[in-house]
């Protein structure tokens, strides 16, 4: 059984910084492209950023320069570094991965940001 469980969300000010962080098992993690997206109150779940098994990333233009994507194979763990947070990025946050053709999520993290 796969599980991704989220962990780092809280209630910061705007310009202040959180790291996530998201705890895989049941995969060979390292052989992974792993994501982060998240869901505003009412606005659909968007996709934020994604790390491929080779470390190459990417990021939606609305968080490219000050958001980072990274993970660490070894303790099969990924994170999401949130720099300059804007009141725009409140949302909860999920991991996902693909695993023999089905999608699996967290459960979220909630990020609050206060202007």
């Known amino acids: 059984q796969v599980y991704l469980v989220e962990s780092g969300g809280g209630s910061v000010q705007a310009g202040e910084s959180l790291r996530l962080s998201c705890a895989a098992s049941?995969?060979?993690?390292?052989?992974?492209?792993m994501k982060w997206h998240r869901q505003a109150p009412g606005k659909q779940r968007e996709l934020v950023a994604t790390?491929?098994?080779?470390?190459?990333?990417n990021y939606t233009d609305v968080v490219a320069g000050r958001f980072t994507i990274s993970r660490n194979n070894a303790w099969n763990r990924l994170y999401l570094q949130m720099n300059s947070l804007k009141p725009e990025d409140t949302a909860v946050y999920y991991c996902?991965?693909?695993?023999?053709?089905?999608?699996?999520w967290g459960r979220g993290t909630q990020v609050t940001v206060s202007s």
């Open positions: 049941g995969i060979n993690f390292k052989i992974h492209t």
């Open positions: 996902n991965t693909h695993f023999r053709g089905s999608e699996y």
């Open positions: 790390i491929n098994s080779s470390g190459n990333t």
